[in-house]
Each structure stands twice: as structure tokens, then as C-alpha cells.
């Protein structure tokens, strides 16, 4: 039987952003079965917007509160699809992107996603990145990944077997969800492949990545002194192994 994706974006302050995101993924090679949004309460109400979807096939989830990035986790155990893609809403994938996804999956299962991050430290201050920054030609084992998440269902409940640490609800569940799933099911997190001539198997168009992921919305802009190696830190002490930290 056909294989099902569901697509989950997360939605705060980009109205903007959202119709390229739809447009992309009805785009896709591999039909987008299920479209779920969760929107977080915006800082600023002229930032609240109405999802456009005539026919009612979209389920939206309009929240009161500004939840951050962990909430769209929960949200997505709603899927009843086999592959979820999670999508951080600066993110436009290339059309090609669920299918690269779905054949590395089914030949290696684990955390795929289309920016990977390679730590040499612990806090978060050395570490090189690969796919739509760096792009890699081959799949790549990284340590954690993040803008988009591919994966199939069933790692969730490795997600959910522990909460994050004590820390903002902006950060962390990028680190979190590869810690999961290395601990509980043994599985490892990559980067598939981002050939440099085919942006449609990208995860993130490099155009839109560096306009929208640097605007005033972005977390790594309004970090609000966030100091994100305090969850890496969390889990390499729980026992997260990462590629070039011993």
C-alpha cells in the first residue's frame, strides 16, 4: 500500500510565508495526504492571520498562547499518516523533498532533516552544518537536525518518553528528538541528499531560507539572551553521543 505523508507547520508571525508553504507542498512528487497548522498566539495581533482552505481539508489548531517550537510535537501524534514532515515557517521545500526523504527512509530509518549539525564542542559554539547551507551530495550522518523534519510516525514515541529540560520553549527540540531516538530505538539522525544542481530535493530553498530565516521573527535573531548549549549540554550529560564530541 501507497505510503501516506502528513506535513505539520508551525505557524507564530510569517502570514507571509504561509502560502509558498502550501504551494510547495501540494507541489510535491509524493502526495501530501494530510495538512495540519499549528498556529501559536503572535506578539502582535496584526500578525494573526486565517488559514485560506475552502474545501475544509486543512486542520487547524488556533492557540491563545505562544507555545514555541515543542508543542507542534504533541500536535502531530494526531497524523494518521506514515510519514510526518515538520516544517519551522521559514522553511520552503523543493517538490522532490518528500520523495528524497521517503527513499532514504526506506532503505536507512532515522531523523532526516534538511540542515544538519555536527558538534565539535558542547556549547553549541563549534560545529559545522550541511545540506541547504553546506550542501552534501550523499547522505550524511549528522548529530541533530533542524528547519525540517522527516520521519516516519513511529518515532514519536520515542520523543515523548522523557521532557525537555528546564529551559526556554523556543530551543531544544531539535537536540531532543536525535537524543530520543538514539537512546530508546537505536536510530541515528541525517541530512539526505542536497545535490548543488537539484533544489528540488532540498528540504529549504537557499533564497527564502536566508531572507525569512534572518527577519526580525527569526529565534536565532530574538534569541533574547537564549543560550542554546545549555539543552546540548543537558543531553550530552544524559548520554547523547555525538559524531566528533567523546
Not at 549539525?117 to 559554539?125: A, G, H, M, P, S
Not at 531539535?174 to 544542481?197: A, C, E, M, R, W
Not at 527569526?218 to 533574547?224: E, F, G, P, R
Request: charged share 20%.
Amino acid at each position: 500500500m501507497k505510503s501516506k505523508v502528513t506535513y505539520v507547520l508551525n505557524t507564530w508571525q510569517r502570514p507571509h510565508t504561509l502560502s509558498e508553504q502550501t504551494k510547495a507542498i501540494s507541489e510535491q512528487t509524493v502526495k501530501c495526504d494530510e495538512l495540519m497548522i499549528w498556529q501559536n498566539k503572535p506578539t502582535d495581533a496584526k500578525d494573526s492571520f486565517l488559514v485560506q482552505d475552502p474545501n475544509g481539508t486543512i486542520k487547524v489548531s488556533h492557540n491563545n498562547y505562544n507555545y514555541g517550537v515543542w508543542a507542534r510535537f504533541a500536535f502531530a501524534l494526531n497524523s494518521k499518516s506514515d510519514y510526518i514532515c515538520l516544517l519551522d515557517d521559514d522553511t520552503i521545500p523543493g517538490n522532490k523533498w518528500s520523495e528524497n526523504c521517503i527513499n532514504c527512509i526506506e532503505k536507512e530509518n532515522g531523523l532526516y532533516g534538511t540542515v544538519g549539525v555536527i558538534f565539535n564542542d558542547t556549547k553549541y559554539q563549534n560545529f559545522e552544518r550541511h545540506g541547504w547551507p553546506n550542501p552534501n551530495e550523499e547522505k550524511k550522518q549528522v548529530d541533530i537536525v533542524g528547519h525540517a523534519w522527516f520521519f516516519h510516525r513511529d518515532l514519536l514515541s520515542a520523543f515523548w518518553r522523557e521532557t525537555g529540560p528546564p529551559v526556554d520553549n523556543v530551543c531544544g527540540e531539535d537536540v531532543h528528538f536525535s537524543y530520543s531516538i538514539q537512546k530508546y530505538l537505536g536510530l541515528n539522525t541525517y541530512v539526505p541528499p542536497h545535490p548543488k544542481d537539484q533544489l528540488s530535493m532540498w528540504g529549504s530553498q537557499p533564497k527564502s531560507a536566508m531572507e525569512y530565516g534572518v527577519d526580525n521573527n527569526a529565534i536565532s535573531v530574538n534569541s533574547n539572551g537564549i543560550d542554546f548549549g545549555v539543552s546540548l549540554k543537558h543531553y550530552y550529560d544524559k548520554g547523547f553521543k555525538m559524531l566528533n564530541v567523546k
